[in-house]
């Protein structure tokens, strides 16, 4: 068995696509469980969106656990951008395994992320110039890896082009400006080395197991009742809805006063509810969003509030109205939804695009959950359906 751990719950789901792509039986968890049988055990965490001593504490915890199912090797997933806890995650890691270094693989070429002489790249663009979220949240303030990593553990990081020798101890972050270099890490890997980065490392990794690629076809038919979820700040996710809302598609935003009194406004949450649930009754498919937050700047810890908002009107909806397909974007989002649903278990069925994953849960077998991180582009397949239309 591979285990995974990934540092949060659409990064999970990402990597699960990648393993059923490749053939592999997978599930996914937000604990370990003895009794689970399968090729690929990915145990999907919110560490990410926590402080990093909170998240130390948490991956070692877990590692310990996955170490008692002997598997073959622990891949750890890690934002593709480096966002997070990435380096204190891993060392975390390599303290409780006995492991020497680990090699940090976090650009994936196919996605347009890339990394040259130690600079990361997107779409050819260093990413301190690259605005993800046209001003909405933070940009990044270097392009430098070792920068994004952190300056607490720069000491303990390097960067290596494919030529070089693995570094006898540490981390090592690698050069990698496409799929040929990832392929060339992954026949670095050895049993003193922990794997970590994103879905395209870990890509290379299986088909390294596998000797060949496979042709991945899975046709699907979507239910007909389905409910979006786009909280996402990155610009192309908000553009696209509203995109959506200006060709009549069924779009509720939530109010944009919502936050501007102590506690929130028990009538407008119930009124927000209240619309998604006759949007849905009359025209199966509606997407919940958000766009402008009035008293933002006068809300402390905002993206939570707005996250535990958001998991409490998805719960309402779905005690409400019937639902088959419910499609979210944002891993820290996908948590808190998950947490207040009380799903645990999930079974990858199909790949839908790049990080877009349909999946059953153990807890409800008569609705899909589909994930997508915030900063990937909707595949049109989920976005355009026709609801009751078979997809290829």
């Known amino acids: 068995m591979i285990a995974v751990i990934a ?25 370990v469980n003895r009794d689970v049988k399968t090729d690929i055990l990915i145990i999907a965490t919110d560490t990410r969106s926590q ?6 504490v948490l991956i070692k915890k877990i590692t310990c656990d996955l170490l008692d199912l002997r598997p073959d090797f622990i891949y750890k997933k890690i934002d593709s951008i480096l966002r997070g806890n990435v380096a204190e995650e891993l060392l975390a890691q390599m303290d409780v395994s006995g492991k020497d270094r ?43 890896v070792l920068d994004l990593i952190g300056k607490s553990t720069q ?6 082009s494919t030529a070089d020798d693995l570094p006898e101890k540490g981390l090592a972050i690698g050069n990698t400006s496409d799929t040929g270099d990832l392929k060339k890490w992954a026949g670095k890997i050895d049993a003193r080395t922990i794997p970590a980065g994103g879905s395209g490392f870990f890509d290379a990794i299986l088909k390294g197991i596998q000797g060949s690629e496979k042709e991945y076809s899975n046709p699907l038919q979507l239910g007909e009742k389905a409910l979006y979820v786009c909280g996402s700040a990155f610009i192309n996710s908000r553009a696209l809805v509203k995109a959506a809302r200006e060709a009549g598609q069924g779009v509720i935003y939530m109010p944009e006063r919502l936050f501007c009194k102590d506690g929130g406004d028990k009538d407008l949450i119930e009124q ?25 700047d006068e809300v402390s810890d905002l993206s939570v509030k707005i996250r535990e908002l958001i998991a409490g009107v998805v719960e309402n909806v779905m005690r409400a109205t019937k639902i088959d397909e419910l499609i979210i974007e944002g891993g820290s989002t996908s948590y808190s939804i998950i947490q207040r649903l009380h799903y645990t278990r999930f079974y990858p069925v199909n790949e839908l695009g790049p990080g877009s994953i349909r999946m059953r849960t153990s807890e409800r077998n008569d609705i899909f959950l589909t994930l997508k991180p915030g900063s990937y582009v909707w595949p049109g397949s989920i976005w355009d359906y026709t609801t009751g239309r078979s997809l290829k």
Do not use: H
């Open 155 to 160: 000491a303990d990081t390097s960067v290596i």
């Open 51 to 56: 402080d990093p001593g909170r998240a130390a």
């Open 7 to 31: 540092d949060d719950f659409t990064g999970a789901a990402e990597i699960g696509g990648v393993a059923i792509r490749n053939g592999f039986q997978v599930v996914i968890d937000t604990k």
């Open 272 to 296: 927000w509810t209240t619309d998604i649930v006759d949007c849905i009754r009359s025209r199966n498919k509606v997407i919940m969003a958000i766009d402008t937050i009035a008293c933002r």
């Open 102 to 144: 680990a090699l940090l693989i976090p650009a994936n070429p196919a996605l347009k992320r890339t990394i040259r002489n130690g600079t990361y790249y997107y779409d050819g663009v260093p990413l301190n110039e690259f605005d993800f979220t046209n001003g909405q949240a933070n940009k990044r303030t270097s392009s430098e």
